[in-house]
């Protein structure tokens, strides 16, 4: 019996097109991270008379110069900016006591946006009437504050913080606590 001798398949080069698709996806990634780094958010500026209402029951006043982050907004939490400082203030409901607050938006923290806490809480107390406890962090570069006041008999909870790049966070401060003192309460509808 005579063997047959089978075609011999030829290898083919694969990492010629490999190299292509490479190029392609990094192409297209690099050109959506140019396009995001260049994409300025949505600002506005702050309204004439600086008054910013968050939710139905709440009011503040941002600094001149700051800009509202429309990107963010809604109806019960708003961001103002300015140059890498952020001053958000949200509005919610909320049943508990001030302590499980306090302790529910550090766990958000912790979990979500890696913070490392800085020191022990303290309490505060601003004239609007609003009264609560703060605690710093750290957020990678960032520096930042938060106000935890809860309003147990309108079932309300009023988180505000206030953070900046390390460099510029002392400076940003007395920005925070003012916008901070200018926060005031409505009766709930």
């Given at each position: ?13 694969t ?63 708003v ?100 916008m ?10």
């Amino acid at each position: 019996m005579t063997e047959i001798a089978l075609p011999r398949r030829e290898p083919y080069r694969t990492w010629p097109g490999a190299l292509i698709v490479l190029a392609v996806i990094i192409a297209y990634v690099g050109t959506l991270v140019v396009i995001d780094d260049e994409t300025a958010p949505d600002l506005d500026p702050v309204p004439a008379n600086g008054q910013i209402r968050v939710g139905s029951d709440v009011v503040f006043a941002a600094k001149r110069g700051w800009y509202v982050d429309v990107t963010d907004a809604t109806e019960t939490s708003v961001s103002v900016v300015d140059a890498g400082a952020g001053f958000n203030v949200t509005v919610s409901d909320w049943d508990g006591t001030l302590a499980d607050e306090v302790r529910r938006q550090k766990s958000l923290d912790e979990a979500f946006s890696k913070a490392r806490l800085l020191g022990d809480d303290t309490s505060f107390s601003i004239p609007g009437g609003l009264e609560g406890t703060t605690f710093s962090y750290l957020i990678d570069q960032s520096q930042g504050r938060g106000w935890i006041s809860v309003d147990e008999q309108a079932d309300r909870a009023i988180v505000v913080y206030g953070h900046a790049p390390i460099e510029v966070f002392q400076q940003a401060l007395p920005d925070f606590q003012d916008m901070l003192d200018s926060i005031r309460t409505e009766a709930k509808p």
